[in-house]
């Protein structure tokens, strides 16, 4: 006789990223909460459980938890995600057949109907369960005997005494732990979920040439003279610090100063034009010193609390070994010749790209995973990808996977600015952070409409956003203009608005300096040594600190996803706060987006969402200037000027105790 069926039906399970295609992101040491929509034809109780394990290469077996309704057949339950790596999930119902009788003996009990044939069928109920519960081993044996008394209890046929028995929620609640699973449907597809490091969260970025960091003016820096700034950094307040690429330069058309076309003997060229004599991806260029030296700087700025994180740019000087070496990897013209990069109008005739998707796709794809384990070994966790976006997403997901395979604590920044899908296409494939548009959102309206698409689902299931203010290759027109308010300004914003955030050198020194009509720097960096005077007149070093001081203070500063907008009825003026899940911690924003002149606005307090009544006093401690203040209704007066554009507020309510008033959140 062919088996019963189960006719469960689950839909909508969430979170997921098309349709389970990708994984969702969060951080380790989270709860995830995943809802579903479950039901069936008729009237049966239904049991929902949450399947869950870690994707480990020893994956473990799964862990079940029971999801709770929420009306209207929807259903939700939350697991935890315990440390960095990949984890599955599924949800999974039955029918819970001796509950859905209880319930209808109940109702049939109150219309006084005779129940004798219900008793049997409950009876029948409990004994198929007490088999289940012996089943079980020792663990089920207690259970399995009271499922037996059960079922006697029943078949003594109709009476008070019985239907009391049958009816109480003890036994339905054993019961139930030994459901018919034969029937049971699961979710069609295993969905995933990445639980990032605290890195890949939280973190503040500061980068440096290393080349530049000579004391000496003139000379080619190296390692070395690059670990002297590492207190510096971390006096700024920064967890990471990002280097350009390190490899050996080419010479063939090498770059000179400001991207001339004819280099002098004596230009040390751009570093994204990677491969010489020297070596390639795999070597350092022999001015900064060797990979010992490279191994001591890493080492010390651990010491120092810093993380290393190192640009990975897979394009080729003409010098690289590879063009002699493996020609097949390249594609060339009918004339023989290799074709240089391109992004029309801009050419950048020092570098030539792969051959991605050509027949030798396969020892080219082995080769470059080889370069990220390379530089894993000596001590670097975290990828800078220079222009992911050029480069086809089935190697970013191939190799990407590759690497967190075995080392999930790898982080991976994509640096696209492109088109918005190719941004979130390549997030969706494995990169944890993005490079975003902010640099260019300068008004209120698109400001607050950018950052709800970043930091709110569906977006944020799979991408998170890095604000930078300034690149070496971008130096926006708001700070070519607005000066040093605009540096405070652009940096308070990128500090709170998102949970990962950094800098170029020289933006804490308000370097504006541009080409005529460009967003690039003048005596750019990228292709010349440059000295600087970390103290000179005018730097913002103190409001950097106190930003990063900030965050590392305040937790809500540290959570990605619970960024609100409120009303400021200025338009040059943004008001923002953030709010840890447990209310311990509340931070309300204002920036001014006006470089030029002071600005005043009224602030809509949003009371009603921190549970704040409108009679009530509460006290707000303004943070970067440590001023302390009582607010009392829904809305706040603020002035904010050119020297101080921004004001961050950390928010006390009074509590009553024995000892008189005291704060809390």
Not at 66 to 88: C, I, K, Q, T, V
Not at 244 to 262: D, E, F, S
Not at 280 to 294: E, I, N, S
Request: net charge negative; glycine share 6%; with cysteine.
């Amino acid at each position: 006789m062919p088996a019963r069926l189960g006719s469960v039906v689950i839909e909508n399970v969430q979170p997921q990223v098309d349709g389970g295609r990708y994984p969702v992101k969060r951080a380790a040491g989270e709860t995830v909460r995943v809802t579903a929509d479950v039901f069936k034809e008729g009237h049966d109780d239904l049991a929902v459980v949450l399947r869950w394990r870690q994707l480990t290469p020893k994956a473990t077996e799964p862990r079940e938890v029971s999801m709770r309704p929420l009306g209207n057949d929807a259903w939700e339950g939350e697991f935890p995600l315990f440390e960095n790596g990949l984890y599955g999930f599924t949800v999974e119902a039955w029918p819970d057949s001796f509950r859905t009788w209880a319930h209808e003996l109940s109702r049939k009990v109150e219309a006084g109907r005779d129940v004798s044939s219900e008793l049997l069928e409950g009876a029948q109920f409990l004994r198929a369960a007490a088999e289940r519960a012996a089943a079980a081993g020792p663990a089920g044996a207690f259970d399995a005997e009271r499922l037996r008394e059960g079922e006697k209890a029943l078949l003594a046929g109709q009476s008070p005494n019985t239907i009391s028995r049958a009816l109480d929620p003890r036994l339905g609640d054993t019961a139930s732990r030994y459901p018919d699973r034969s029937i049971a449907t699961r979710s069609e597809r295993e969905l995933r979920v990445f639980a990032e490091r605290r890195r890949a969260i939280f973190g503040a970025w500061y980068e440096l040439f290393p080349r530049s960091t000579s004391r000496e003016p003139g000379r080619h820096g190296t390692f070395a003279d690059a670990e002297r700034m590492l207190p510096y950094v971390r006096e700024l307040g920064f967890d990471i610090v990002y280097l350009p690429p390190v490899h050996p330069i080419g010479r063939t058309a090498r770059k000179g100063k400001n991207n001339a076309l004819q280099a002098a003997p004596d230009d040390v060229g751009s570093p994204w034009a990677i491969g010489g004599p020297d070596g390639g991806y795999k070597a350092v260029h022999p001015q900064l010193g060797t990979l010992a030296d490279f191994r001591r700087f890493v080492k010390t700025a651990a010491e120092h609390g810093l993380e290393v994180s190192l640009d990975i740019a897979f394009q080729c000087s003409p010098d690289h070994p590879y063009v002699k070496e493996h020609p097949e990897w390249f594609q060339r013209r009918p004339d023989g010749t290799i074709k240089t990069a391109e992004n029309p109008p801009k050419r950048y005739e020092d570098i030539v790209n792969f051959d991605w998707m050509g027949p030798a796709r396969e020892s080219l794809w082995s080769e470059l995973r080889s370069v990220f384990f390379h530089w894993i070994e000596q001590g670097v966790r975290i990828f800078r990808v220079d222009n992911p976006h050029t480069k086809p997403l089935p190697f970013w997901e191939w190799v990407i996977g590759e690497v967190k395979a075995r080392h999930p604590d790898a982080i991976f920044l994509a640096e696209a600015f492109t088109r918005p899908k190719m941004m979130k296409a390549l997030a969706k494939v494995g990169f944890d952070q993005s490079y975003t548009y902010f640099t260019w959102r300068n008004f209120k309206h698109e400001m607050e409409e950018y950052l709800k698409e970043l930091t709110q689902p569906p977006t944020a299931d799979f991408m998170m956003g890095n604000l930078w203010p300034n690149t070496p290759d971008i130096l926006p027109e708001h700070l070519q203009q607005g000066g040093r308010p605009a540096f405070l300004f652009r940096s308070a914003l990128a500090a709170t608005l998102s949970t990962s955030w950094g800098i170029y050198s020289g933006y804490e020194l308000c370097e504006n300096r541009a080409l005529p009509a460009k967003e690039e720097y003048a005596d750019s960096e990228k292709y010349q040594l440059v000295q600087r005077d970390f103290d000179k007149p005018g730097n913002i070093r103190p409001w950097i600190a106190a930003l990063n001081r900030i965050r590392n203070d305040n937790p809500a500063l540290q959570q990605y996803r619970n960024l609100r907008f409120h009303r400021a009825d200025n338009d040059r003026v943004i008001f923002y706060s953030k709010l840890t899940e447990d209310r311990s911690n509340l931070i309300l924003v204002a920036v001014s987006l006006d470089p030029f002149a002071p600005q005043e606005t009224i602030l809509d307090v949003p009371l009603s969402e921190l549970r704040i009544q409108p009679d009530e006093v509460y006290q707000v401690h303004e943070l970067l200037s440590d001023e302390r203040a009582l607010w009392q209704g829904p809305t706040a007066q603020v002035r904010l000027t050119l020297e101080k554009p921004a004001a961050i507020w950390s928010v006390l309510r009074f509590r009553r105790s024995e000892q008189g008033f005291d704060y809390y959140f």
